[in-house]
Nanobody, 129 residues
Framework: QGKFVEAGGGSAQIGGSLTLSCTAS????????LAWFRQAPGMGREGIAC???????????YYEDSVKGRFTISRDNAKKTFYLQMNRLQLEDTGVYLC???????????????????WGQGIQVTVSA
């Protein structure tokens, strides 16, 4: 089974930046579409950034409205790693961030969480004033 290691979470102030990474240990990452989910306290998992093509074509990028223009998802297949660059962080960005993959391409949005095949362990991001 594939496994991921997430890194880069932690604390930041409003307006700050963090970069999350998700590295696959034994999964051919280039065969999967990628996603970052966010789970706020007491809430379900919400797909906030999805990259649904092998090469990151713009037509297959999706960002949830609250992060559009501030967050960027990208992939490095050679390193078996994908990233979430988070800029201009807001209090509402606080939560657990989970990386995930699904073995189909071509979606123009994030799929519902149950559709994804493998998940990272989750990493906490806390934004404070």
């Amino acid at each position: 089974q594939g496994k991921f290691v997430e890194a880069g979470g932690g604390s930041a102030q409003i307006g700050g930046s963090l970069t999350l990474s998700c590295t696959a240990s034994d999964l051919p990452l280039d065969k999967y579409a990628l996603a970052w989910f966010r789970q706020a306290p007491g809430m379900g998992r919400e797909g906030i950034a999805c990259l649904n093509s092998e090469d990151g074509q713009p037509d297959n990028l999706y960002y949830e409205d609250s992060v559009k223009g501030r967050f960027t998802i990208s992939r490095d297949n050679a390193k078996k790693t994908f990233y979430l660059q988070m800029n201009r962080l807001q209090l509402e960005d606080t939560g657990v961030y989970l990386c995930s993959v699904v073995s189909t391409f071509g979606w123009r949005t994030c799929l519902p969480a149950p559709a994804y095949n493998y998940w990272g362990q989750g990493i906490q991001v806390t934004v404070s004033a």
